[in-house]
């Protein structure tokens, strides 16, 4: 029996629950990590323009995966840290690294640009059921009702707490096709990495993820950049921007990805996409613990429904 079908009969059977814990915790923490990357993101952009800021995070983060993997293939290392990838075993990932990181990051930000952070919140918030509904028409996975209900309760919970802010700005046609794409690309990350899970560690979908994105960043920077070659590397001049890499390459992306694509391994769809969610609450309890930004009753409401959301669909159904 090949690695893949071994893999596939593998999810048929009941998780250990230790397992089950540890790849909740995943996919929690690295949501939670993205929490705190807006944050890191303002200070870079600060200094740099945004394929300036993106071509160094993702250069950095292939960089330093591939420390890891060399580390990994040479010491045998096994489970989501194996990496036995060949040059001509990537072709199925290149996709994943389309869709994450160059698809979403693209149409998220310039999609942001062209309409206002209300609307934005909301659009990004359907990921969830987006994705729900995707894992159920193209791996057949089965979410119970009372997980659809949770799912629903945690995109309410953003609505709400994004209503609250002031709707500045006008909302573009381009803008809104642009967020669609950036959750059609979020929901397709997920379908793929599940289903390359079977063949692939979370290890080599993670590097070939940083690799697609550093060669597509950096095209795009030096595009930006012709004939202005200082601005390219005056960000390393600044403290604040290294500071800023260090958290978003390492942590951001390295960490991040691999914690991402470990819970895609291990559970459905339904339950790993749930938790971007979370990246809602943590960024605004960090704009409000380091930026001294406002934090009112009803964004703490908005913060307790997400979060009992979140915890519905990850909860197990009664015996």
């Not at 550093?214 to 930006?224: H, K, P, R, S, Y």
């Amino acid at each position: 029996m090949s690695r893949p079908e071994r893999r596939i009969q593998e999810r048929n059977l009941p998780m250990p629950r230790t397992r089950r814990r540890i790849a909740i915790a995943a996919a929690a923490v690295g949501n939670g990590i993205f929490g705190f990357s807006f944050m890191f993101s303002r200070m870079a952009l600060a200094v740099a323009s945004p394929f300036t800021m993106l071509m160094y995070r993702f250069v950095t983060a292939f960089l330093v995966l591939g420390l890891i993997a060399l580390w990994a293939k040479r010491t045998g290392q096994t489970g989501w840290f194996r990496f036995s990838l060949r040059a001509g075993q990537a072709a199925p990932l290149c996709l994943l690294g389309l869709f994450q990181p160059v698809c979403y990051f693209l149409c998220e930000s310039y999609g942001i640009s062209l309409t206002n952070a209300t609307f934005s919140g909301v659009i990004i918030a359907l990921v969830p059921i987006a994705a729900l509904g995707a894992g159920v028409l193209a791996l057949g996975e089965k979410p119970s009702l009372s997980q659809v209900g949770f799912a629903l309760l945690s995109i309410a919970g953003v609505v709400l707490m994004t209503l609250q802010q002031s709707a500045q700005g006008e909302v573009q046609p381009l803008g809104v096709v642009l967020l669609l794409g950036a959750v059609a690309s979020g929901v397709l990350f997920n379908l793929c990495s599940r289903k390359l899970s079977a063949q692939f560690s979370a290890l080599e979908r993670t590097v070939v993820m940083m690799l697609i994105g550093a060669v597509t960043f950096t095209a795009l920077a030096l595009w930006e950049n012709r004939g202005r070659w200082q601005q390219l590397v005056a960000p390393l001049g600044s403290p604040a921007f290294l500071w800023a890499l260090l958290y978003l390459s390492c942590l951001s992306s390295v960490v991040a990805f691999l914690l991402l694509n470990y819970a895609n391994t291990e559970l459905p769809v339904a339950q790993t996409s749930v938790f971007c969610n979370l990246t809602t609450v943590i960024s605004l309890l960090a704009g409000v613990l380091f930026l001294g930004e406002p934090f009112g009753l009803v964004s703490l409401l908005a913060s307790v429904v997400i979060v009992v959301g979140v915890w519905g669909v990850q909860r197990r159904p009664k015996a």
